[in-house]
């Protein structure tokens, strides 16, 4: 792997709030709050030695406020910008004599205040967006229409995420939730639509002692104070998991910032927690790509019949995580000087861009096959379906919690303790979370005993 902080001009040196790369490409989209979006090629030096950098390509202005989220279509011919003031915009592809160029397609109006997240559906019909205005909204991205109205948060909407099956929306908000959204068809007129319903809310957690008889409830995600506009959450590309920022565990030594991993899918430990990280988790992101097991580790988090590789940001780090090792196998820490604000994955997962608040991005590239073997298409087709069930977590292995860098000993408990009683979030059901962890000494961690245990019950 290298890379790291690219120093040009990315954004008039104003921040840059988000980043995504183009589904087909390398070609890199920023923006910020400068009002404009840039587009930039990627380039690989040829001497390993030095970090890979950008070309700027084309601006595309048309935003009249501070752009929060952008976000490229499946396909790669549209392009999907919100910003300040509620302002969403489509852009279309078009092949011009002096090459690509980007025009502005649809205007989607309805948000009454800043657009914070947004992200496509799979097949490029439907757009989801997430506001200060406290909503989520659904759009037809081929009409340009507002296709359906969710809001039943009560503060800003902070991360938008869509099921890559189709089967599911979710949205976390500052006011301390997290709502899944199941897709409930209705009928009009012999025509079946898109219909998602609010099917369950995370928010808070029964917290147990060391006296089992005693237990209280406890919230699951930071308050309004979290210093970060975004909290952008992200669904795994076989749509097995969903990650979830923007965790928190309170103690009597000190908060505990998390990462949450809830199972969308078959009878199987619904979710573990990333414990650890000195600053709030504002952002994860799934690699694209699908990779062979490696066979090294027996720690893993998910028994998968491949690997699936995920970044995690906080306020000023980066921690790769992949699903066959409980330790992270890359951090990245002390690149920027303010808050990050997105992360984006190239298609073939050779780069990783992070966006800041200081005005840069960082950019890292890896060479090919090492984060390993990417499955071939064949081989993808034989782990669809039930294969990719993932299987119980195997509490009594060894651990590692991110900061610390300290191995728990055999007799401790791990990271994740799960309960699970129920089927298919398809049906009605409930799903019993338990997460268990440690603290030693004055870092989060104390003694080699368990302080607290969070159970949470999940009526779908």
């Given at each position: 792997?290298?890379?790291?902080?690219?120093?040009?001009?990315?954004?008039?040196?104003?921040?840059?709030?988000?980043?995504?790369?183009?589904?087909?490409?390398?070609?890199?989209?920023?923006?910020?709050?400068?009002?404009?979006?840039?587009?930039?090629?990627?380039?690989?030096?040829?001497?390993?030695?030095?970090?890979?950098?950008?070309?700027?390509?084309?601006?595309?202005?048309?935003?009249?406020?501070?752009?929060?989220?952008?976000?490229?279509?499946?396909?790669?011919?549209?392009?999907?910008?919100?910003?300040?003031?509620?302002?969403?915009?489509?852009?279309?592809?078009?092949?011009?004599?002096?090459?690509?160029?980007?025009?502005?397609?649809?205007?989607?109006?309805?948000?009454?205040?800043?657009?914070?997240?947004?992200?496509?559906?799979?097949?490029?019909?439907?757009?989801?967006?997430?506001?200060?205005?406290?909503?989520?909204?659904?759009?037809?991205?081929?009409?340009?229409?507002?296709?359906?109205?969710?809001?039943?948060?009560?503060?800003?909407?902070?991360?938008?995420?869509?099921?890559?099956l189709g089967k599911y929306a979710a949205s976390l908000s500052s006011d301390r939730?997290?709502?899944?959204?199941?897709?409930?068809?209705?009928?009009?007129?012999?025509?079946?639509?898109?219909?998602?319903?609010?099917?369950?809310?995370?928010?808070?957690?029964?917290?147990?002692?060391?006296?089992?008889?005693?237990?209280?409830?406890?919230?699951?995600?930071?308050?309004?104070?979290?210093?970060?506009?975004?909290?952008?959450?992200?669904?795994?590309?076989?749509?097995?998991?969903?990650?979830?920022?923007?965790?928190?565990?309170?103690?009597?030594?000190?908060?505990?910032?998390?990462?949450?991993?809830?199972?969308?899918?078959?009878?199987?430990?619904?979710?573990?927690?990333?414990?650890?990280?000195?600053?709030p988790v504002v952002a994860v992101r799934f690699c694209p790509i699908r990779f062979?097991?490696?066979?090294?580790?027996?720690?893993?988090?998910?028994?998968?019949?491949?690997?699936?590789?995920?970044?995690?940001?906080?306020?000023?780090?980066?921690?790769?995580?992949?699903?066959?090792?409980?330790?992270?196998?890359?951090?990245?820490?002390?690149?920027?000087?303010?808050?990050?604000?997105?992360?984006?994955?190239?298609?073939?997962?050779?780069?990783?861009?992070?966006?800041?608040?200081?005005?840069?991005?960082?950019?890292?590239?890896?060479?090919?096959?090492?984060?390993?073997?990417?499955?071939?298409?064949?081989?993808?087709?034989?782990?669809?379906?039930?294969?990719?069930?993932?299987?119980?977590?195997?509490?009594?292995?060894?651990?590692?919690?991110?900061?610390?860098?300290?191995?728990?000993?055999?007799?401790?408990?791990s990271t994740c303790v799960v309960n699970y009683d129920g089927s298919s979030l398809?049906?009605?059901?409930?799903?019993?979370?338990?997460?268990?962890?440690?603290?030693?000494?004055?870092?989060?961690?104390?003694?080699?005993?368990?302080?607290?245990?969070?159970?949470?019950?999940?009526?779908?």
């Amino acid at each position: 792997m290298r890379g790291g902080t690219v120093q040009i001009n990315w954004h008039d040196t104003k921040p840059v709030l988000t980043c995504d790369f183009h589904p087909l490409s390398a070609l890199l989209a920023t923006a910020g709050a400068d009002y404009d979006i840039k587009l930039w090629a990627t380039v690989s030096s040829i001497d390993q030695k030095e970090a890979p950098g950008v070309t700027y390509k084309s601006n595309l202005s048309y935003h009249s406020s501070a752009v929060n989220a952008l976000r490229f279509s499946p396909s790669g011919e549209q392009l999907a910008s919100g910003a300040d003031g509620g302002e969403l915009i489509l852009w279309k592809s078009r092949t011009t004599d002096a090459g690509e160029a980007w025009k502005v397609l649809k205007s989607l109006v309805f948000h009454r205040k800043d657009v914070l997240d947004l992200q496509w559906s799979t097949d490029g019909a439907y757009l989801i967006s997430g506001s200060v205005d406290n909503s989520c909204i659904i759009w037809d991205a081929n009409k340009g229409s507002v296709h359906q109205i969710l809001d039943a948060h009560f503060h800003y909407v902070q991360g938008v995420a869509w099921d890559p099956l189709g089967k599911y929306a979710a949205s976390l908000s500052s006011d301390r939730t997290c709502r899944i959204y199941s897709n409930k068809p209705s009928k009009s007129k012999g025509v079946e639509k898109t219909n998602y319903v609010s099917q369950h809310v995370i928010s808070k957690a029964e917290s147990q002692t060391t006296d089992e008889s005693k237990s209280t409830k406890s919230h699951l995600f930071h308050d309004e104070t979290l210093p970060s506009f975004f909290r952008r959450l992200a669904w795994s590309p076989d749509g097995s998991f969903l990650l979830v920022p923007a965790g928190i565990s309170k103690s009597k030594l000190s908060n505990i910032n998390l990462s949450f991993y809830f199972n969308t899918k078959q009878r199987s430990p619904p979710a573990l927690m990333l414990p650890g990280a000195s600053k709030p988790v504002v952002a994860v992101r799934f690699c694209p790509i699908r990779f062979n097991l490696r066979g090294t580790s027996s720690a893993s988090f998910f028994k998968l019949p491949y690997r699936l590789i995920f970044a995690v940001a906080t306020l000023n780090s980066l921690y790769i995580y992949d699903t066959e090792n409980i330790q992270p196998i890359l951090i990245v820490a002390g690149i920027h000087y303010a808050a990050i604000t997105d992360i984006a994955w190239s298609p073939t997962g050779n780069y990783l861009a992070l966006s800041s608040q200081d005005g840069y991005c960082t950019l890292l590239q890896f060479e090919n096959e090492e984060l390993g073997s990417p499955m071939v298409l064949s081989e993808e087709k034989q782990v669809v379906g039930d294969a990719n069930i993932p299987e119980a977590i195997n509490n009594n292995k060894d651990s590692t919690f991110v900061d610390s860098g300290k191995e728990m000993k055999k007799n401790e408990e791990s990271t994740c303790v799960v309960n699970y009683d129920g089927s298919s979030l398809c049906t009605s059901t409930i799903i019993r979370i338990v997460f268990g962890f440690v603290s030693r000494g004055n870092k989060n961690y104390c003694n080699s005993q368990i302080i607290k245990r969070i159970v949470l019950d999940l009526k779908i």
